[in-house]
């Protein structure tokens, strides 16, 4: 889009004024029934009721009116590997067995760059399909993975989190790299790519099992250098992973401390998972600043456990939380899904988790923990551009039950439960279009 691009939307928009977890969920919420966004140079100029925002519209720019939807800021996916697309919903094994199966093969083909980008370009492309214009992303071991994927995002104007997995130990020799190789080529990406654009790098060992106590120690230097760089990684995801770790780190005095011995623990570090984690560990995050990415559709498709996401972020010691989809473990690329399924989990540890609560996690809380709720995450004046429009009739039985909804919030709850890419009618992203069901069609 060209520097000086305008555009605008109008339709019910919803977002946040405050934290539904620290406040009544209802009062979170800002909802403007006939609101009009304006949008120039990539972020919101203006936002507000269409009457009175209307006197702000530049000329001849007229607003897209998405009669019906609902205008929400772009959802965040705090934990998603793209090289796992192709082994995503893969049959019958647990976490360990898992990654053996399946993802070390498929992760194996992105040695060849024409894999990356063919994958990087269709993955992308699903993401704005899904409504979500922000994603912490894993690429493999193949700095080329990286540059494919940094390069289709920043062509889009995306603002992506993405780095190079790390892994010098059990992993296949085509996956294996070494300490020197993955920090001088994590290092290179980090010089090419951080802060590029809207392009944001994370330096990315896949666990605690599958780096030397080495490798861990020189992604904390890596860190060292920039307090903006991020940090990605899995943590007590599983029981026999936890298992593997206490045996390859007899010293250490839990899963976090591990990592927080190589300085690894620290605000933009999101740990994936978290489920079989201590009191000590939860409180080591919040005093940190260090975020969780809770991804309960991987969680149960892998049968890993509930995550306990109220404990988490219990007002006595709050650590920061988003959601993630984690495909290829996770069912789904879709937040819609990615909320329901966390809705369930809450069921489970007999919690209810209310709507407003889900698309805080999906959004403004995910921004939050990402520290990038200053630029992304609400709808606002000033923040970037990133949009999604949902369709709460897309489907007959969502038309059917929407006919039944009483409240905004009933409506929202019934889009999280049965609601999925379907929803999505349009995706702008810094202020562009990037995603529009009746111009792209299902493709
Ligand atoms: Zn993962």
């Not at 507000?48 to 998405?66: N, S």
């Not at 219990?314 to 473990?329: E, Q, Y």
């Not at 889900?358 to 992304?376: P, Q, V, Y």
């Amino acid at each position: 889009m060209s520097p000086a691009s305008c555009a605008a939307i109008r339709g019910r928009a919803i977002t946040f004024r405050a934290n539904p977890f620290e406040v009544p969920p209802s009062d979170s919420l800002l909802v403007e029934d006939d609101a009009l966004i304006v949008m120039k140079d990539g972020r919101i100029s203006a936002f507000g009721a269409y009457d009175v925002v209307k006197a702000a519209l530049p000329e001849g720019v007229t607003p897209v009116h998405y009669k019906d939807c609902l205008i929400s800021a772009g959802f965040i996916d705090t934990h998603v590997h793209y090289p796992q697309l192709p082994v995503i919903a893969a049959w019958g094994e647990q976490l360990l067995e898992w990654l053996e199966t399946y993802v070390f093969p498929a992760e194996a083909a992105f040695a060849d760059e024409a894999v990356a980008r063919d994958m990087a370009k269709h993955f992308l492309a699903e993401l704005m399909r899904c409504g979500t214009t922000t994603a912490a992303v894993y690429c493999t071991s193949h700095p080329q993975s990286v540059e494919a994927f940094f390069a289709e995002a920043e062509r889009l104007g995306a603002r992506m989190i993405a780095g190079k997995v790390l892994m010098d130990r059990n992993a296949p020799d085509a996956l294996r790299d070494t300490v020197q190789r993955g920090y001088d080529e994590s290092s290179a990406l980090i010089d090419r790519w951080h802060g590029k654009g809207r392009q944001l790098y994370a330096v990315t060992p896949r666990f605690a099992i599958t780096s030397t106590p080495e490798q861990l120690e020189a992604a904390g230097d890596l860190l060292r250098r920039d307090a903006s760089i991020f940090m990605q990684t899995h943590l007590a995801e599983n029981l026999t992973e936890v298992d593997a770790v206490r045996r390859l780190f007899p010293d250490r005095r839990s899963y976090l401390d591990v990592y927080d011995h190589a300085g690894l623990v620290r605000p933009r570090s999101v740990f994936g998972h978290a489920i079989h984690v201590e009191e000590a560990e939860l409180c080591r995050c919040h005093e940190t600043g260090a975020a969780l990415s809770h991804c309960p559709s991987s969680n149960l498709f892998l049968g890993s456990g509930a995550f306990r996401l109220f404990d988490a972020l219990d007002s006595k010691r709050p650590v920061r939380v988003g959601l993630g989809s984690d495909v290829g473990a996770g069912t789904s690329l879709s937040q819609l899904r990615t909320m329901g399924e966390a809705y369930k989990v809450a069921q489970m540890t007999g919690r209810r988790l209310h709507a407003a609560q889900a698309l805080w996690l999906a959004t403004a809380g995910a921004a939050r923990s990402l520290e990038l709720d200053d630029r992304i995450g609400v709808i606002a004046p000033g923040m970037e551009a990133d949009l999604c429009v949902l369709d709460p009739h897309a489907t007959p039985l969502l038309q059917y039950r929407a006919s039944h909804c009483e409240s905004l919030e009933d409506l929202l709850f019934a889009l999280t439960i049965l609601g999925d890419d379907r929803c999505i009618r349009a995706t702008w992203v810094g202020g562009a279009c990037v995603h529009n069901l009746e111009r792209d069609g299902g493709q």
